[in-house]
């Protein structure tokens, strides 16, 4: 099983870098410093950092404004003060609103755009994914999936039995998270706990026939979702089974329980939606993630539907992952029916 081939950046130590570029006199936007990481799909969490970092007297996070002007929020306050700080260093403004931006703006960063490295990383694997593999049926389906608690990652793998309809095995591992979450990275994020969970399952000879991995697959700005680059590292069969639409188009308007619909991706059909259940309207994504194709993952996941939203397998590693969390510490290995839920209970309930 291969490694991520890479070491992760320091993003929020490389964004504390950028922001103590920008000159007084001068002011950036969220989206410009995402793009100085690499990517403008980082900006949503340059917003969140800008609102939770370690705060000082010296600190330039006052000088990050919206793309419009506007100010927008303040760690330190309110816009009055951020106005305040920036009409001091001698921003013009109007109305709580920097006045010419473009004419303000500070952009000629030093930077590596980290994001980039490992978006020409992401496009490496998926020169690797294969859409080809399993003709048959399974006689095992594992699942995986990752809860968090503030920089503390939990994540579960659960070996589902499909004649008896319950959890085999599962376990469950827990390590300090350092990547932030950021839309189309998501693997980087995650991959470190789901490769050590694929070495335990292993290391006990549980490893199911193909893996079900809480994200997307093929359906990805890059066709390299977490369950593309898992199952090319772990060199397995994996299906992305996402809640939300990452990339790709579907009509979704007056969908039936049980009906499935195709998503197409620069013109093929790359994956399919599928409505679970009466009761919920809203629908799944079902996409592969290696050595499997488009019908083959629908027809899996179909086949653990036991009126829930989510196949049984995903359901529970997501279940376990969330009770384990709570445990400080935890790092767990279970067998058989609910053994490792506090409270028991049929997981065919």
């Known amino acids: 099983m291969e490694s991520l081939a890479l070491d992760l950046p320091d993003l929020p130590t490389l964004l504390a870098d950028l922001l103590a570029q920008v000159p007084r006199g001068c002011v950036t936007t969220y989206r410009a410093l995402a793009e100085a990481l690499g990517s403008e799909a980082a900006a949503r969490w340059v917003g969140h950092w800008m609102l939770?970092?370690?705060?000082?007297?010296?600190?330039?996070?006052?000088?990050?404004?919206?793309?419009?002007?506007?100010?927008?929020?303040?760690?330190?306050?309110?816009?009055?003060?951020?106005?305040?700080?920036?009409?001091?260093?001698?921003?013009?403004?109007?109305?709580?609103?920097?006045?010419?931006?473009?004419?303000?703006?500070?952009?000629?960063?030093?930077?590596?755009?980290?994001?980039?490295?490992?978006?020409?990383?992401?496009?490496?694997?998926?020169?690797?994914?294969?859409?080809?593999?399993?003709?048959?049926?399974?006689?095992?389906?594992?699942?995986?999936?990752?809860?968090?608690?503030?920089?503390?990652?939990?994540?579960?793998?659960?070996?589902?039995?499909?004649?008896?309809?319950?959890?085999?095995?599962?376990?469950?591992?827990?390590?300090?998270?350092?990547?932030?979450?950021?839309?189309?990275?998501?693997?980087?994020?995650?991959?470190p706990i789901l490769l050590t969970l694929m070495e335990l399952a292993r290391s006990a000879r549980k490893e199911g026939d193909v893996v079900i991995v809480d994200g997307s697959g093929i359906l990805h700005p890059r066709g390299v979702g977490i369950a593309c680059h898992f199952g090319v590292l772990a060199d397995i069969p994996t299906i992305g089974v996402s809640k939300k639409l990452l990339s790709g188009q579907v009509n979704l308007k007056d969908m039936a329980p049980q009906e499935t619909r195709p998503v197409l991706l620069g013109g093929k059909c790359r994956g399919t939606a599928l409505r679970a259940t009466d009761g919920s309207r809203r629908p799944i994504f079902i996409s592969p993630g290696h050595r499997i194709g488009v019908k083959m993952a629908e027809r899996i996941v179909r086949q653990q539907l036991l009126g829930r939203r989510l196949p049984e397998a995903q359901y529970w590693a997501d279940r376990l992952s969330r009770a384990a969390e709570r445990k400080p510490g935890s790092s767990e290995t279970s067998k058989g029916r609910n053994s490792c839920l506090e409270g028991g209970g049929s997981p065919t309930n």
């Open 52 to 191: 939770h970092h370690e705060h000082g007297s010296g600190c330039a996070c006052h000088r990050v404004v919206r793309a419009d002007g506007s100010l927008g929020k303040f760690i330190a306050g309110g816009p009055c003060d951020k106005a305040r700080l920036l009409a001091a260093e001698g921003v013009e403004l109007k109305e709580e609103r920097v006045e010419a931006i473009g004419r303000q703006s500070f952009h000629s960063f030093r930077t590596l755009r980290p994001l980039a490295a490992l978006r020409t990383a992401q496009e490496d694997v998926a020169r690797r994914v294969s859409l080809r593999g399993r003709r048959s049926m399974p006689e095992t389906v594992a699942a995986v999936d990752v809860s968090y608690s503030g920089e503390r990652g939990t994540g579960a793998y659960v070996l589902w039995d499909l004649e008896r309809e319950e959890i085999a095995w599962s376990t469950t591992f827990t390590r300090k998270v350092m990547f932030p979450y950021i839309t189309g990275y998501l693997a980087f994020r995650e991959l």
